[in-house]
């Protein structure tokens, strides 16, 4: 019933002996006075004594569009715009997808961060050996991606906190203004350490920005729709997974790599002004405004420095290599281990079924093919002699991929398959990153490896996307971003942890003799030969990801 059929007060409950019996003016309607309640159904309008229509009590020659509340044509003594411009309305807003009326400028907005971010990380990821090589650093070339990582675990529990209690747009502004200057800092490095100091303030940005947006997707887009703005996600990092090598590749061939990380900030303007706006609009705000503000839950930020710097002492022990490093690797787990337990839901270490495995499956994955990909360049230019536009050219491909399995899981009839899907997914993670070293063999076409990762990325596109819209479909709207952070922790966690593992791997087997050979050229192959620095990397990330293949079957809560 529509609002005015279920007032009641005095005047509607007073009798009207005068009337004329078949007088059935409902109450609230624009035909005459408020009048009569039926002793029978003291809450409706209408009198007895006519036919009524036993499911709403209502008179049964009423139109239909006044028992409803839906306007069907226009009657005398009511308003232009109620009938079928309003019906159309209504029934446009509720089908629309991500590009309708409604949700057009914050898809574009928020897809053009994500589209910042990937041509980010496609073009730093181009320019890294080399800049590694001139600034004498190869044997901290896993610390270079680390730094970022470890540091946006801290960010990513902060931004959590702050757009639980003021909105996400605060943050994400904050998120972005720090990820261009680390770009700057970076760009402008003298050594190795002040480069990483500049990739550690990228992370403490990027660990902002991407709970951040995970909030504004979980405020402003009904469920429904979630699936399709992570495929469109995955969908932004096609053109710079094709456009950012390329475009890397030749700046740092002919003008330097410097020019890579200095130029990449000019396109922040551009998220700013298409982002802010919309979220100001759509998202900002607490999830509760009448909720009384809630005070930044200290503890957990506390927990946040120690996982920070817990993994920023593992990865410092990992590169050190000697019995000094006892120390700080001691100290680092002492400082991981409450950390892990306090910031990720109860069950996640052990693949509890539900949401606990769905933050570690999101971890396990990220972790294994971020850490083995961190290497594939710097593999094929040192042991192939590729250029770096080639080698970063071979995972271009994979940016078309990633997003076709994101597509692939948002289509509504493969819902229930999910679980299969991320099972699947993590297979070809696992086959990929086991299939890449072989290219180390000089008999096997280096074509291998974007064939691999063609494959790799697909498996990612589809596990990555569905972790995200579990998460959202399992959290409350008040935790939504509590959970992101700590998905995001796994995600950045893993990430630190892996690429520290693969990095002592790599620079206790050859990396620190390969630094040298590679040392004043652009493709050492011939001087510095270590594939077993590398298989070091590679099979360990393979075997991660078949345990996550295992993860992905607990997804699903128990029914």
């Known amino acids: 019933m529509t609002a005015p059929e279920q007032r009641d007060g005095a005047d509607a409950a007073r009798p009207a002996p005068t009337d004329p019996p078949h007088d059935l003016h409902q109450g609230g309607l624009p035909h005459g006075p408020h009048r009569g309640g039926s002793p029978r159904h003291p809450h409706r309008g209408g009198l007895p004594g006519g036919p009524t229509d036993p499911a709403t009590g209502l008179p049964a020659d009423l139109p239909t569009d006044l028992k409803t509340g839906i306007p069907g044509d226009v009657r005398p003594g009511m308003p232009d715009a109620l009938p079928g411009d309003l019906t159309g309305a209504v029934t446009e807003a509720a089908a629309e997808g991500v590009l309708g009326r409604t949700y057009r400028a914050l898809s574009i907005g928020v897809v053009s961060v994500v589209f910042l971010i990937a041509f980010e990380a496609t073009a730093v990821g181009t320019a890294m050996p080399v800049a590694a090589r001139e600034l004498h650093g190869i044997p901290l070339y896993a610390f270079a991606f680390s730094a970022y990582f470890t540091t946006s675990l801290f960010a ?61 997707i979980g405020r402003a887009y009904p469920e429904r729709i979630r699936p399709a703005i992570m495929a469109a996600f995955a969908a932004s990092w096609v053109i710079p997974s094709v456009v950012g090598p390329l475009a890397a590749g030749t700046v740092t061939e002919h003008l330097g790599w410097r020019w890579v990380f200095i130029g990449i900030p000019a396109l922040i303007v551009v998220p700013l002004a298409l982002a802010l706006p919309a979220i100001r609009r759509m998202a900002s705000g607490p999830a509760d405004p009448d909720a009384p ?9 506390r927990l946040a420095l120690g996982i920070s710097a817990g993994a ?59 850490a083995a990909e961190s290497f594939v360049p710097l593999m094929l230019v040192t042991q192939r002699g ?45 086959a990929s990153i086991a299939v890449a070293p072989t290219v ?3 008999a096997v076409p280096v074509w291998i490896v974007a064939v691999a990762w063609a494959f790799g990325c697909f498996g990612m596109g589809m596990v990555i996307a569905s972790t995200s819209v579990l998460l959202l479909k399992l959290s409350a709207p008040q935790e939504a971003g509590s959970n992101s952070a700590a998905l995001q922790i796994s995600d950045g966690l893993s990430n630190v942890l892996l690429l520290s593992l693969g990095g002592a ?26 594939p077993a620095a590398f298989a070091a990397v590679f099979v360990p990330m393979a075997v991660v990801a078949v345990v996550g293949a295992w993860v992905a079957t607990r997804v699903r809560e128990k029914s």
């Open 156 to 216: 990513m529990v902060l931004s959590g906190q702050w757009a639980d209690r003021r909105g996400p747009l605060q943050p994400l502004a904050a998120g972005i203004t720090a990820f261009g200057v680390g770009l700057l800092l970076s760009g402008a490095a003298g050594s190795m350490w002040v480069f990483i100091a500049g990739r550690a303030v990228q992370g403490l940005g990027g660990g902002l920005v991407i709970v951040a947006l995970y909030v504004v």
């Open 312 to 370: 920023g002492l593992l990865q410092y022990a990992g590169q050190e290599l000697d019995w000094l490093a006892v120390l700080p690797a001691a100290v680092g787990v002492a400082l991981l281990v409450p950390a892990v337990r306090g910031l990720l839901p109860t069950g996640t270490v052990r693949a509890a079924r539900g949401l606990p495995s769905v933050i570690l499956l999101r971890g396990v994955a990220a972790g294994s093919f971020i």
């Open 505 to 530: 791997a790599f620079a206790a087997l050859g990396g620190e003799a390969l630094g040298a050979a590679a040392h004043g050229t652009v493709g050492g192959a011939a001087e510095g030969s270590h």
């Open 293 to 301: 503000p809630q005070p930044y839950d200290r503890r957990r930020i």
């Open 440 to 442: 180390l063999v000089p």
């Open 386 to 430: 590729l250029t770096p536009t080639m080698a970063g050219l071979s995972l271009a491909v994979g940016g078309a991929t990633w997003a076709l399995g994101s597509f692939v899981q948002s289509r509504p009839r493969l819902e229930p398959y999910r679980e299969r899907l991320m099972v699947s997914g993590m297979v070809l993670v696992a």
